[in-house]
């Protein structure tokens, strides 16, 4: 589902539970349904309450095979497994992937029971009481996106006004974007403000209240530049252009509340209609928290940096005299050692060395040493590093390079550790007896270098951030590690003035790529 789709399917479920009076039993079982019918849905259940925390009412979906045994899943579930967890933790819960998680308990091998696959649990809550939960479970491994989460949340919240007959809608005509906007605008877990095209606010939902400190009246009188204060984010003078297009803009900014203090936030804004009304929605998203999580990650590089690089140089100048002390010793066993520390400190002084780049670069600093270069001593050097890494794991490395590729002009140490890097990232998600290839073609006014691999393939829905900080792809039997070489990757490549990318399906292996300009920018880009 797209976002469009989303908000029109919560529409419709609240038009289903307030067009005609239900019994609490109705409301679970046609909410569920409706879960089952648009996410496909295969295993789902709801649950309420009593005050005591006994189950009041219990509903599974229709398709469930094998009654009796089913109550005695979700049971189990409720007594030592997610539902319990989300009863009593007030909170909604994902389980990625139920076959290697703690949380999910061990469960009889039997064709009903779901053994893999990922799970959700929803609570339907209101002032600090849990009236119930929601628990979906789905055959695919982290089915359960942030965006579907939302709206599960979202229905939730509808679903327990119409059990506490909160709102009566059967005395009016719904209005399907009326009603969108009480059930997903007043309810919304985020700030949302209204405005004219104008700019002055028109409404604001009550965490936008609470966000900013202000009454409804007081923040009605003001208008959204007293919010995003000039200067604090890209809108420029024309600033409402094109949103009055109807293109949708996301940037940051900060958000000043009303005793001054500031807030970095992300707003996400875009034209709607509203009551026949052209208005623009803006969605503030608190960004403090992630704010002093880079900032610890950024502590955390230069404490590396800082503390390992000085005893790494002393480990690294020990073991190449103890080569000297060796180099006339026969003993190929103890040779094999040796080799496979120094390559290991190697592994470690570029890991140093990509941390302290990528600090460096995230704060726009000029860190590049250009040099005239030849690409096949670039790649050659790569090859070096990774070639005992690829004996190893029994993995052929393969080269389609042209016998001529133009000098270029970069950082060339910073360039052999994107090309080792994506060599390395090949192999590691390359099963035993695989293949990975690399590429290189001369293009009029840049370079291309690729790096094929026939491993299980990147899922198209994480493919736009497999570039970010700490990002990796989070499938069965993944290989370890924190996400930061593809990272450093796309910083060196971009501040040289290249791009880069990966095409990938599932099952089918991954090309990454990346381009050089053959003419250096004048100066390094920012990034």
Known sequence: MNERQRLEWVCKITGELFAQDLSTEKILRTVLSMIGEALEIEHGCMLTFNNNGTVDEGVMLSTEANAESMRNFWNLLLTRGLIGYVYHGHRTIVIRD???DPRWPQLPTAPHI???????????????????????IHPVVDYFSDEIVHMLEAVADINLAAMRGIININSRVINYKETRYHALFEHAIVPIILTNLD????????????????????????????????????????????????????????AWKLNGDPIPVTVRARRITMQEQDVIEWVEQDMSRQIEAEQLRNDLTAMIYHDLRGPLHTVQSSLSALARQLANYDDDNLAD???????????????????????????GKAVLKRKQTSLHYIIARAIELVQPMAAEAEIKLAFNLPNELPMIEVDDNMI????????????????????????A?????RIRISVQDTGPGIPIHIQHEIFDKFSRVKTSGAVKGFGLGLAFCRLAVEAHGGEIWVESKDDSGSTFSFTLPLKPLSQPVIV
């Open 416 to 439: 052999q550790r994107v090309v080792t890097n994506l060599l390395e990232n090949a192999i590691k998600y390359t099963p035993q007896k695989g293949r990975v290839t690399l590429y």
């Open 337 to 363: 050692i040796l080799q496979v520390a120094v390559r290991s400190s190697r592994q470690l002084s570029r890991l140093i060395n990509n941390l302290l780049d990528m600090q460096r670069l995230e704060e």
């Open 114 to 136: 779901p053994q893999s696959g990922s799970a959700v649990g929803i609570p339907l809550k209101k002032n600090g009481r849990n009236y119930g939960v929601i628990t979906l």
């Open 199 to 254: 700019g002055l606010v028109i409404d604001a939902n009550q965490q936008a209240l609470q966000f900013l400190g202000y009454t409804r009246d007081e923040l009605l009188r003001e208008r959204i530049t007293s919010i995003h204060r000039l200067g604090t984010g890209p809108i420029g003078q024309d600033r409402y252009a094109s949103l009055r297009r109807g293109d949708a803009v996301e940037f940051r900014s900060t």
């Open 98 to 100: 139920i076959a290697h």
């Open 441 to 445: 073609e001369a293009f009029e006014d």
